[in-house]
């Protein structure tokens, strides 16, 4: 499984900015995919996921009703609308997926947000 993000970039506060992350190889085998971020000495935190299949989505209480994450499986494409952005939103945004076997990650792609 291989992912490319791409949309970030700098942002004034309460803009909006739209994440994708494009998916190939074995799709088939990806149970969970998500957004993830790191602000610097932070930790990696997720911050929203979809699950294959059914589509059920869930969000990082901090971006709940401000984000919202989306597939499309036509394009092997998954998306994160980010509205009303705050600059604690600051951070690089990875894609990852989640087979059995392997979780896998792109490479990151940064978000700034200024005041």
């Known amino acids: 499984v291989q992912l490319v993000e791409s949309g970030g970039g700098l942002v004034q506060a309460g803009g909006s900015l739209r994440l994708s992350c494009a998916v190939s190889?074995?799709?088939?085998?990806?149970?969970?995919m998500g957004w993830y971020r790191q602000a610097p000495g932070k930790q990696r935190e997720l911050v929203a996921a979809i699950i294959s299949g059914g589509g059920s989505t869930k969000y990082a209480d901090s971006v709940r009703g401000r984000f919202t994450i989306s597939r499309d499986n036509a394009k092997n494409t998954m998306y994160l609308q980010m509205n009303s952005l705050k600059p604690e939103d600051t951070a690089v945004y990875y894609c990852?997926?989640?087979?059995?076997?392997?979780?896998?990650w792109g490479q990151g792609t940064q978000v700034t947000v200024s005041s």
């Open positions: 190889g074995s799709t088939f085998s990806i149970n969970v």
């Open positions: 990852g997926a989640r087979t059995v076997v392997n979780t896998y």
